[in-house]
DNA sequence: CGGGGGCCTTGACCCCGATCAAGGCGCGGG
DNA sequence: CCCGCGCCTTGATCGGGGTCAAGGCCCCCG
């Protein structure tokens, strides 16, 4: 992107910071902006009609938020953790999409991304057990933690970060309960995969034996 | 889509005849082609190790296969049943997609519909019960045959189709058994929900019936 | 016609994860 | 300081769906 892109999406563009648990899309209304996560973690849910949820989705730093050509998303969008982010007017930032191709083309792949994410979501929700949900979960989160990670630590094979859900948004996410959830984590805990300083705070001694426990077999690194 | 691309289309093109089974696109193995579904069912899946699987994504008559700006895609394609796919070459194509940007809004258009039916699928994967699975696969195809429906049925509220698929490719579609999905079928017929000519044709008397059998009231219309 | 192999159904039993219930921990406010 | 409230953990029990096993149906082939 070059900087005239930069400039002309800085001039449309408008910051905003939202705390925890405050939704920031509804399915029930139009969506009239398009955004930029620049900190913090924004869960995607769905509900059936009788409350049962279902985190479909997480976004994070560089993700985007909101939908190109569709006013409607059929989910909702709510700030999992303190969040920033950067919206434009839809209309402003089409029409920049529309002088650009190559900011298209971004927003294709980066939703191509996004799809690949959603069906490896889809084997884990179809296929693992409670132990390998947790695990797969937490081994998604180091890796990133990785990339991420201004810290490294002094130790190749492991990680350390901090989970951006409560117990009950990371059953959400992985179609089990909060009991079976703390359950996982303290087996996993015992049996020295993991260790929790507080039950926020994970650390990673070894991720091959993480990718290990979540079913993956050495996941590609 | 004007007539001068329709006519660049069909001169790279070439149709394609695969039979029930076969395999089009592995993960292990780089993809050069893209290609249309023209008739048949085919389905992407992804396996764990040790060999548990899910499929993640059904593709029918109108669907894309392929993946543009990407050779590697991260799942198996596999035809469910006989199948007919007209490919083209994937260069010849990204060159076109190039030079009529309609095109790739298109192929935008329908990966966002895509993502959207993941995310649907891991509501279901992730909280949905047996019978609300299967009575939700039943449904979603229920309304595909209304679409594509050559043959409209005199009773309004009803519906008539074939399962494009196996039991066993059921169970690895809802993340479920064969068994499971064998005895839920039956369940739904004894409570004359559907009714099963074969045990491939599928009689829906009442949509709303099976919709909230689905676990979701009167699904939208 | 008879045999064999897919595909599907049905029954019996079991186990993983849900449910129900109790209590611990940490934190903010009176 | 204590109380109350979120959030989390742990235990006891239950049940939906998995597993194992047997058999039915249909079609192809000898």
Redesign the pocket.
Known sequence: MDDVQVKKLAQIAHRKKISAGQTIISDEEPVDFFANVISGAIKLTKTLPDGRQQIVGLLFAPDFLGRAYSKNNPYTAEAATDVEICTFPNAAFERLVGEYPGLQQRLFQHTLDELDAARDWMLLLGRK???EKVASFLYMLARRSMLTGCVHKATPGAAAFE?PL???DIADYL?????????Q??RLKTSNVIR?ST??LIMVPDLDRLAHAAGQEHGRH
């Open positions: 057990t409670a132990e989970l409560t117990r009950s179609g089990l309960t909060i009991e079976t959830v703390s359950r984590l303290t929790l039950n926020r």
